[in-house]
């Protein structure tokens, strides 16, 4: 089975710099996704970005980016810019692409509080 | 928004009770996936369906069960509640489920347990 870790349980930045969010993962699979998805105090999922196993880029959504090292399995989201309405929980999330379900295995979350 | 609407937004109940939770998929989306948020467990793949049949289990109690009707809405039945099943209940869409789709989480319903 798969697993997500995310060893950062709390993360601060001020606004206008740039933080990194750890995520490591466990599988013995070659092609799989990983998505960062963000959940505010609304308690709503949001997708914030997504990688395919197989492409070496880096997915870059605006002022967010990954470092994806496949060999490492690990899977770290950089905001840049950060913005108030970036302070959320963050969690990484797994998706195998073999047999037929498609469920998301979610790391613990982190907490990025975002401040003045 | 993102489509996904779940009803109701809050349930409070008493231990033993049984309850319901409903999700309406985004328009055109076959697969619904439910997801338990809590604070001991963190977010837990709870099961799938896709088109009206059971796809894949998680990690779902003997006492919770699911199904997904004809016109694709889906409803997450608890029963013989316990403390330990308050949490945050979400469900999510997609169009097809073994290609790449992006799951679309409803607003979640809150289910406290008395």
């Known amino acids: 089975a798969q697993t997500v870790t995310q060893s950062q349980p709390e993360m601060s930045v001020q606004e206008a710099e740039t933080v990194t969010l750890s995520c490591t993962y466990d599988?013995?699979?070659?092609?799989?996704?990983l998505f960062w998805y963000k959940q505010p105090p609304s308690r709503q999922m949001i997708l914030v970005i997504r990688q395919e196993a197989y492409k070496q880029q880096n997915a870059t959504e605006n002022r967010f980016s990954v470092n994806f090292q496949k060999a490492a399995k690990s899977f770290s989201l950089k905001i840049s810019d950060s913005q108030l309405g970036d302070a959320a929980m963050y969690f990484c999330?797994?998706?195998?692409?073999?047999?037929?379900?498609?469920?998301?295995?979610f790391g613990t979350g982190t907490r990025l509080q975002v401040t003045l | 928004d993102s489509g996904v609407t779940q009803t109701p937004k809050h349930l409070i109940t008493a231990t033993g009770q049984r309850v319901t939770l409903r999700c309406s998929p985004r328009?055109?989306?076959?697969?619904v996936y439910w997801y338990q948020q809590s604070l001991d467990q963190g977010l837990q793949f709870l099961i799938q369906y896709y088109n009206g049949e059971e796809r894949a289990k998680g990690n779902i109690l003997e006492r919770f069960s699911a199904q997904q009707f004809p016109d694709l809405h889906s409803e997450l039945n608890l029963s013989s509640l316990e403390l330990g099943d308050s949490a945050l209940y979400f469900c999510?869409?997609?169009?097809?489920?073994?290609?790449?789709?992006?799951?679309?989480f409803g607003p979640g319903t809150r289910l406290t347990v008395l």
């Open positions: 328009s055109g989306d076959l697969s």
């Open positions: 999510a869409s997609s169009v097809v489920s073994t290609l790449f789709n992006e799951q679309f």
């Open positions: 999330a797994y998706r195998s692409l073999t047999g037929t379900a498609s469920k998301l295995t």
């Open positions: 599988t013995s699979e070659s092609d799989y996704y």
